[in-house]
């Protein structure tokens, strides 16, 4: 193990670099669909309001599920979940394309199959944090390999779309399906063939004498899934926000700038904060990260143009990759051996639940609310779920001895071992 912990420590670790390529190869799947899923829909149904309730539908079922299908993994390992849940992701991304490659499918079938694509897709980012725990299990180094995981999967979303672009656009919409239906099969087999796949899951008769033990570990996930709950509300709407503001103060096109500048800012915030040994805890941290996160988004709706929300809507970023690579990292410390792919699952849950909801929320409010003030309620679920949880901790400490509140490997320290 390095002595001074790096990415470049992270990368150098045997087999980290084969194990994490596998992986990001096969969420490339994840980052590539949307655009061919939602074109797809809608040159099946001729409808972009039915293209818009059956992604949704998709969505949810992936979501929801979420924390079964790692459950899965938790339970049987990485090469008994994970590879059958990818072929039958796989297989039905091939039917939905399919049924739906030429106009006139009945809605039903669509229906079916597009809440099947979501129920199956297989959890690997959550699969591979359980594996990053094997492979560093230094704490220091585990946080610089989770801020470089979480930048890589952010901006395989960014690439992914530019990936399929042309053939998805100007020929057959569903062919981005079975290039994401490959892509997650090629990965996934590549991740589990990983020796470090064959240590995770198959805990033995030992795993059935500590369930107990782990199921009462699981409230401990509580803080960072709400954190992370109301950072997708916060952040859901953020889009459109954007495309509201810069159509009304004349720049429609510059709409693509401010979406630039959030994926910028939080891919330097999340790699900067992996390269720092932290020594305050965990939680506390995490409070702190998301209410300077609310208070960077409050103040980006005051902004006097576009010229200014852009490198605003950059300093929103910068705390983005750092709050959820901490609550990641809680909800693994909570959760003990036997349980982190859950825990991770349930943290990407509420993230995902909460900026679908968050998107609602905001389409409600444009139009109705000024600019400044929707930029402000947008940003009222992370600051109260901060403000909450920091009142709530000083309490605590108030009533107890003076010492430490946090977990003992909160604190990065080159003994503490982890999963995650």
Known sequence: MSAKPSY?????????ARTFGSALLGR??????????????????GSYAAAGTLVAVEAACAVLLGPWRA?????????????????VFAAFLVAFALVCWTPGAPLPLIGVLIALVGASCPPLGPTMRVLWGRLVPDRALLQRAYSLDGVAEELLFVTGPLIVAIPVVYAYPASGLLAAAALVLVGTAAMVT??????????GPDAKATEGRKKARLP?????????????????????LGIAFTESHGHPTAVSWVEAALTFGSAVGGLAYGAVTWRSG???RL????????????????????????????????????????????????????SRARAGAWVNTALNAGSSLGAAGVGLLVGRVPLPLCYVLVAAPVLCVAATGLVL??????????????PASAVPSSAAASSS
């Open 8 to 16: 470049g420590a992270v990368l150098r670790t045997p087999r980290a």
């Open 28 to 45: 490339l799947a994840y980052g590539v669909l949307p655009l061919p899923l939602v074109l797809t829909v809608k040159n099946a149904t």
């Open 71 to 87: 459950g899965l993994v938790d339970r049987f390992g990485p090469r008994r979940a994970l590879l059958p849940l990818a072929t």
């Open 194 to 203: 990983s020796p470090v796949a064959a240590q995770v899951g198959a805990e």
């Open 220 to 240: 401990g996930v509580v803080l960072p899934a709400a954190v992370a709950a109301a950072t997708g509300l916060s952040l859901g709407g953020v889009g459109l």
């Open 282 to 284: 965990g939680r506390t």
């Open 287 to 338: 409070l702190v990260l998301a209410s300077l996160l609310g208070c960077a988004l409050a103040a980006a709706g005051s902004a006097p143009g576009v010229a200014v929300l852009v490198p605003a809507v950059a300093v929103v970023g910068l705390f983005i990759a750092p709050a959820v690579t901490t609550a990641y990292l809680i909800a693994d410390e909570a959760a003990g051996p036997g």
């Open 393 to 406: 901790r000083a309490g605590r400490r108030g009533g107890r001895p003076a010492q430490s509140s946090e």
